[in-house]
């Protein structure tokens, strides 16, 4: 795995390329310069945690026979500031399942991600507390 970050027109703007040729941009935040030309690395490494965990349950709801029709994941963190930086101190994933999805399947799939699968919350949880709620809408 190999991403280039290189800097665009303004001292905090930039764009993450990776071996495919898929960019992000990535910009930091007004107060230093930014001008909200992309995700701020710490929601990059929230928006990371939703794209791992939903990568995840696809593949253990499909196992499962689960007719999946969406899933949304809302994730909000909250950050404390330690000595020149700030870290989460917790992480909070709320899954929004639409389909014909058996609820303990569900909570069961979500478990497993966040418990077993998902390297980036494991990495995440070295410093925040990551918790998890859902609901499942039914598509009939």
Known sequence: MKVKVKRLNDAVHMEAVNSDGSTLQMDGSPDIGGINGGLRPTEMLLAAAA???TID???ILKKQRQKLDTVTIDV???KQKVETWSEFKSIHLHYTFTGDVDEKKA???IE?????YCSVTK???KTAKVTSSFEVISSK
Do not use: F, R, V, Y
């Not at 497993?112 to 077993?116: I, V, W």
């Open 76 to 78: 909000e963190g909250d």
């Open 57 to 59: 349950i696809i593949g």
């Open 112 to 116: 497993l991600s966040l418990t077993k």
């Open 123 to 125: 990495m995440l949880e």
């Open 51 to 53: 794209g791992c965990s």
């Open 107 to 109: 909570e069961k799939a």
